[in-house]
């Protein structure tokens, strides 16, 4: 049985990935505050400054796959996945690290694909392609990047302030300009776990293979959640009335029909679960 060690098991994606992976693998995982459905003896409590620590770990659980969903501040953060990597070379495990659409936050003028050169315009973007790139050169093939939009789930924070808003019978604002794909918890775990098994190289973006408005995605939840009469505050993206998007398209095609999504399936899958 492989072992697999989650770098920040205790958030929304690494629950998941527990969830889909606990029974055909080995599984251990670090948080930072929270602890995490795992024995005791396979969780470790791992801070983004603590590289000895995370010497220890890696020499006690000797990984044949790592995953990466860290948070943290950004700098201590890409030190700890330069230390990660310098690590993983002497081993053959393999790095999968979860990434952003944020790496192309500089070009809000289309969907995003694997081919296209990223261009990040935050710090949070500036941050995820320094990583990437360091991965990539490290590890090389054994380096995995995996892109990801925004990540729903019936425990993800936009879902539960969504249902706050809807408790207090608040408006929930949205883009009316905005163009966006995204992903739901548990389909992000089992495409991973089929890239994983079937042992696929390279850059991924995992997503929706539609795109919908930011208000349109909102209304459409909202309607199946039988909560029309709630109200949507109708807003402009960067105050202009010109078409934005912040999402990804993928031109790979391993990944099978029946793991892929719509955003009409996350919406399903929100209300029913």
Same mark, same amino acid.
């Given at each position: 049985m492989k072992k697999v060690l989650i770098l920040g098991a205790s958030g929304l994606i690494g629950r998941a990935i527990i969830e889909e992976f606990a029974r055909?693998?080995?599984?251990y995982g670090t948080y930072n505050q929270s602890s995490i459905a795992l024995p005791l003896d396979k969780q470790f409590q791992l801070k983004v400054d603590q590289q000895v620590e995370l010497e220890h770990i890696l020499q006690r659980v000797q990984p044949d796959i790592v995953i990466s969903s860290l948070r943290g501040e950004f700098q201590q953060q890409q030190k700890f996945h330069q230390h990660l990597v310098s690590l993983?070379?002497?081993t053959d495990a393999r790095l999968y690290f979860l990434s952003t659409t944020n790496v192309f936050d500089g070009d809000d003028s289309k969907l995003h694909t694997e081919k296209d050169? /990223?261009? /990040?315009?935050?710090?949070?973007g500036k941050f995820k392609v320094q990583c990437e790139s360091i991965i990539q050169?490290?590890?090389?093939?054994?380096?995995?990047?995996?892109?990801?939009?925004?990540?729903?789930?019936?425990?993800? /924070?936009?879902?539960?302030?969504? @249902?706050?808003?809807?408790? @207090? @019978?608040?408006?929930?604002?949205?883009?009316r300009n905005l163009i966006r794909t995204s992903l739901l918890d548990v389909t992000l775990a089992k495409q991973l776990r089929f890239i994983i098994e079937k042992e696929l190289l390279g850059v991924f973006h995992l997503t929706t293979y539609d795109a919908i408005t930011d208000e349109n995605f909102i209304i459409e939840l909202l309607h199946k959640l039988k909560q029309k009469e709630i109200p949507v505050q109708q807003?402009?993206? @960067?105050d202009a009335e010109n078409t934005y998007y912040f999402g990804l398209q993928s031109i790979r095609t391993e990944i099978p029909k029946h793991l892929q999504q719509t955003n009409a399936d996350i919406m399903g899958s929100l209300v029913q679960r």
């Open positions: 055909d693998y080995d599984i993983l070379r002497l050169t /990223p261009i /990040p315009f935050s710090e949070y050169y490290e590890l090389q093939d054994r380096g995995i990047i995996i892109r990801l939009p925004q990540v729903w789930g019936t425990r993800s /924070p936009r879902f539960n302030q969504i @249902k706050e808003q809807i408790s @207090k @019978k608040e408006a929930i604002p949205a883009y807003e402009y993206y @960067k």
